[in-house]
């Protein structure tokens, strides 16, 4: 069993930074590909990065790619997505989520488990 808890939402303008966290419990963390999804009010949950278990290969939707970048620290068991030159079409409920087993990256189905997410909004 997996429990993931993001952290790091917020409101901020147009423009802005953020980071967000999402650390994971359990001691198989670096086994895990890791991705970061996103649902926006009345909207599916879309893909927005992800990471492998090493860290060294990345994957981002073509929507955020140049703004943000997802890393981790294996050693805390944390993942982290950093959030540059928000928009306000960035706004929703950011989750992180644990793939355990083989699958595509982009797609929720693939994904084991999930947090409870944090709120992004980002103003005009």
């Known amino acids: 069993q997996v429990q993931l808890v993001e952290s790091g939402g917020g409101l901020v303008q147009a423009g802005d930074s953020l980071r967000l966290s999402c650390a994971a419990s359990g001691r198989a963390f670096v086994t895990y590909a890791m991705g970061w999804f996103r649902q926006a009010p009345g909207k599916e949950r879309e893909f927005v990065a992800s990471i492998s278990g090493g860290g060294a290969s990345t994957y981002y939707a073509d929507s955020v790619k140049g703004r943000f970048t997802i890393s981790r620290d294996n050693a805390k068991n944390t993942v982290y997505l950093q959030m540059n030159s928000l928009k306000p079409e960035d706004t929703a409920v950011y989750y992180c989520?644990?793939?355990?087993?083989?699958?595509?990256?982009?797609?929720?189905?693939?994904?084991?488990?999930w947090g409870q997410g944090t709120q992004v909004t980002v103003s005009s």
């Open positions: 989520a644990a793939k355990t087993r083989t699958g595509n990256s982009d797609s929720p189905g693939s994904y084991d488990y």
